[in-house]
């Protein structure tokens, strides 16, 4: 358990923040981010749905990776 606590205290995301803030962090725009949750089966986000630790590392790490 304290492997994820210090993963996440190491990321510059919080157990549960919204999309907006997940763009904001990844420097890209809303819709950028709606794009990725949309194509990981999670369509209809928008700018303050909820997005929890897990995906915003994925959407974090889709970003990198482009």
């Known amino acids: 358990m ?3 606590r210090t993963k996440e ?3 510059p995301f919080k157990a549960s923040q919204t999309v907006s803030k997940v763009a904001e ?3 890209v725009t809303v819709p ?3 794009a990725v949750m ?3 089966s999670k369509p209809g986000a928008t700018s303050s749905t909820s997005v ?3 995906t915003a ?3 974090l790490r889709v ?3 482009s």
């Open 38 to 40: 949309a194509a990981r």
């Open 25 to 27: 962090i990844c420097g």
């Open 57 to 59: 590392e994925t959407i």
């Open 63 to 65: 970003f990198q990776e």
């Open 9 to 11: 205290q190491a990321s």
């Open 32 to 34: 950028d981010v709606v």
């Open 2 to 4: 304290s492997f994820i």
């Open 52 to 54: 929890d630790f897990t």
